[in-house]
């Protein structure tokens, strides 16, 4: 490819209008009439609509798609566009897209974030993502990193392959002793007395798949904040947060959270294309990590080919790794972001929380059943975490799979059982799956 065809590749024609259909049948969209108030739909735009965008099989409750989301129909059908397009020539279509396909993804992601599509590196998993970071950290030898010990494995191990390449240190701190009765104060209070003079990173996971919980993340961020006020810019704490069950289920802008960074995969409450996920990097913060995969950006080609650029290289460009990717699924992901924003992000908040009360509400009826998740919102997210009495997990997420409700377990040193509901469940279905659970709790 010559430099003027790399330069001027042509821009991709498959944007979200011509994909996204219309919730409103015959009618504009609520968000197109509404851009600065997306959430404001028709009533005639309802959860039976929403459900009939998934070709999820009804004859089981889905009450797992945290784990791994269906697509939706606005999803499904960008992908096949992409895929169709890359069969009949895939060399050609990926020269004409690849400069400018990706731009329409963060784009999208950048306004349902409300961030600058700059700061969104494009990845293919929280798992990715939060790798990429620890491994990009300018951190030395005597720094150290402060993680909780509610963090998932991969949390875990990204900390400590960054500390053992560069000789910081790292400790995990319990930010609350009892998840049924955490408070924004505990955790907050448990993280800044962990601080010491050497902490340069706190990593923490806004919703915990192990037991459910919310954290504070605004309250940390504040508190992290107060401290860099007392440190020199080169000593300043950096915040990055693991943000993957609070995103696509919460009414929250990801620029006033904060975080310096966030890393989340889009496969699961955004009903992204399986294989996605973004990284979210603060300007403020670019100076502190570094590439690991090399970026297949035009910045990244240009310099590498001799030519001179002035211009600063954004965290999307170094930071989204290059490669091959799945570009039928990475490129289709705009709709993804479109179609939570058609159905507002206050709407899905708020009917994420209802189902979940709901079911929680259930599960404290039942006198054998323990709820381990908070029951206040502010705490808590969609994820709902339980035990019964004389039953391992295990068995439960068994059993209740035989009554066809679709539960998981959570892979932890402590394990719960899950029920998550989303957008897609009903009230009956919570209702149903609570009556199971309170007649397999009677044979115990």
């Not at 999803?75 to 990926?94: F, G, L, Q, T």
């Not at 947060?241 to 310096?260: A, K, P, R, T, Y």
């Amino acid at each position: 490819m010559d430099r003027r065809k790399f330069i001027n590749a042509s821009g991709l024609t498959l944007g979200a209008a011509t994909i996204l259909p219309s919730l409103l049948t015959g009618k504009e969209t609520a968000y197109a009439k509404n851009p600065g108030n997306p959430s404001q739909l028709s009533e005639s735009a309802t959860w039976s609509w929403v459900r009939e965008q998934f070709e999820l099989d009804h004859s089981q409750i889905q009450m797992a798609q945290m784990l791994l989301a269906s697509h939706p129909k606005p999803v499904n059908d960008a992908i096949e566009k992409h895929r169709k397009a890359y069969n009949r020539s895939p060399a050609m279509y990926w020269e004409e897209h690849f400069m400018t396909a990706e731009k329409v993804v963060t784009k999208a992601a950048g306004a349902y974030m409300n961030v600058d599509p700059e700061e969104i590196a494009l990845t293919d998993s929280t798992t990715m993502g939060t790798s990429l970071l620890f491994n990009g950290m300018k951190l030395k030898p005597g720094d150290e990193v402060i993680q909780t010990t509610h963090d998932h494995y991969v949390t875990d191990k990204s900390v400590e392959f960054a500390c053992e390449k560069s000789g910081a240190s790292f400790k995990r701190v319990e930010e609350y002793t009892d998840p049924r009765t955490v408070s924004a104060e505990e955790v907050t209070e448990k993280l800044r007395s962990a601080i010491t003079d050497n902490t340069r990173v706190v990593m923490v996971t806004w919703v915990h798949s192990c037991t459910g919980v919310k954290l504070p993340i605004r309250d940390i961020a504040e508190m992290i904040a107060e401290v860099n006020q007392t440190r020199s810019p080169d000593d300043r704490i950096y915040f990055a947060v693991d943000g993957v069950h609070g995103f696509g289920n919460q009414d929250e802008d990801i620029s006033s959270l904060g975080c310096d960074f966030f890393s989340a995969g889009t496969h699961k409450w955004i009903f992204g294309p399986r294989g996605t996920g973004i990284l979210y990097g603060k300007k403020s913060a670019w100076d502190f990590v570094r590439p690991t995969i090399p970026a297949f950006s035009q910045y990244a080609y240009e310099t590498w080919l001799g030519f001179d650029s002035t211009a600063e290289p954004t965290f999307n460009e170094i930071m989204s790794p290059g490669g091959f990717h799945a570009f039928d699924h990475r490129w289709a992901l705009n709709t993804a972001f479109d179609f939570q924003m058609e159905l507002g992000r206050d709407r899905v908040h708020q009917r994420t929380t209802e189902l979940s009360s709901r079911l929680k509400d259930g599960l404290k009826e039942i006198s054998k059943a323990d709820l381990i998740t908070p029951t206040d919102p502010e705490l808590s997210a969609g994820i709902n975490c339980f035990t019964i009495k004389g039953m391992s997990p295990s068995e439960l997420v068994k059993k209740l799979h035989e009554h066809q409700v679709i539960a998981s377990e959570s892979p932890y040193r402590v394990s719960y059982t899950r029920l998550t509901p989303c957008v897609i469940n009903t009230e009956e279905e919570v209702d149903i799956s609570i009556e199971k659970i309170a007649e397999i709790a009677r044979k115990v």
